[in-house]
């Protein structure tokens, strides 16, 4: 009798259980957050001359549940999520030698013969983020040059390092604050990488296993799969790109659109500045990762 009234009460409560896990649940902003599951790459790059380049890329994905059983799942990954974030970002901050502002949903980072950067892109407002980047290169031992340009949905500020000069932009753009950070070391990089005079340089690659079109400035690139995938490990593997891939502009912003497979487009504004080259890789999940390479 004890055993069968045992297996009837957990039979009930597993087919309560079950019932609960299906009850739908509504949206909840503070919960169902971009912090919730954490894609992540590597690359490191070494050559006979002693060479060494090594590239860091996360994106966080949102967790939208429609159920009860679903929300407790994603509240599960948003621990393990949180726990890896902490991780990731202490191990690729101490690699690249740059500060990093928690809350991202992208970043991308770059140690190579020619420059340090990070790029990232977060909810916190501008404000909040200026001034987590003030203090932390500060205590870096960057020294701020005269001649800052700080506004409400853009700032430019410029610094001097013990490595050579240094750069922060934040802009605004729809709903996030954008970071590109930038130490340029003594090395001048290689015809690869240099965009034409007073110009900036897009070179677009493509990670994926499908084929991928990005449009910049209304000029339409196609990239057949892995197409230009190693474009940021080095400059010999960027001077491999054909020129159809390469894109020289005056400095501004533009819009660049990106369809993966037919999908759906997506469209984002993208700012480069004179001198500037940086390397647009498509990422599964149609994600165009920015990273700087000079």
Same mark, same amino acid.
């Given at each position: ?8 009460? &957990?039979? +009930? ?9 299906? !009850? ?18 590597? /690359? ?10 090594? !590239? ?7 967790? /939208? ?7 407790? #799942?994603?509240?599960?990954?948003? $621990? ?11 191990? $690729? ?8 502002? +928690? @809350?991202? /949903? ?8 020619? !420059? ?36 409400a949905d853009r700032a430019v500020i410029a610094f001097t390092t013990s490595d050579g000069p240094a750069s922060l932009r934040l802009t605004r753009q729809d709903g996030k604050t954008i970071a590109d ?18 110009? +900036?340089?897009?070179? #677009? ?5 499908? *084929?991928?079109?990005?449009? =910049?400035?209304?000029?339409? !690139? ?8 190693? &474009? ?5 593997? *960027? ?22 497979? @037919? ?16 390397? #647009? #890789?498509?990422?599964?999940? @149609?994600?165009?990762?920015? =990273?700087?390479?000079?």
């Open positions: 009798m004890h055993r069968r009234t045992l297996g009837v009460l &957990l039979a +009930g409560s597993l087919v309560a259980a079950t019932a609960a896990m299906a !009850i739908p649940v509504t949206s909840d902003p503070a919960r169902d957050s971009s912090t919730d599951t954490i894609q992540a790459g590597w /690359s490191h790059t070494s050559r006979s001359n002693g060479d060494v380049a090594d !590239i860091w890329w996360a994106v966080r994905d949102r967790c /939208s549940p429609d159920y009860l059983g679903e929300r407790l #799942l994603c509240d599960a990954l948003r $621990m393990l999520a949180r726990a890896a974030s902490r991780t990731f970002e202490s191990k $690729m901050s101490a690699d690249v030698g740059l500060p990093l502002p +928690g @809350g991202w /949903s992208l970043m991308t980072a770059n140690n190579s013969p020619f !420059i340090r950067s990070a790029h990232v892109e977060t909810p916190l407002d501008l404000k909040t983020v200026l001034g987590f980047y003030r203090a932390a290169l500060a205590n870096s031992g960057w020294t701020e040059t005269d001649g800052a340009v700080v506004e950070l930038s130490l340029r070391k003594r090395r001048v990089a290689t015809a690869e990488f240099l965009p034409k005079p007073e110009q +900036g340089r897009l070179m #677009l690659g493509n990670k994926t296993d499908d *084929a991928a079109v990005v449009t =910049v400035n209304e000029r339409t !690139i196609k990239l057949a799969a892995h197409a230009g995938e190693n &474009l940021a490990n080095s400059d010999n593997a *960027a001077g491999e790109l054909p020129d159809s891939q390469k894109i020289d502009l005056p400095p501004g912003k533009y819009k660049v659109t990106l369809t993966v497979d @037919g999908s759906m487009a997506r469209s984002r504004e993208f700012e480069v500045a004179a001198n500037e080259t940086w390397g #647009l #890789l498509v990422e599964t999940n @149609g994600v165009l990762l920015p =990273v700087h390479l000079y």
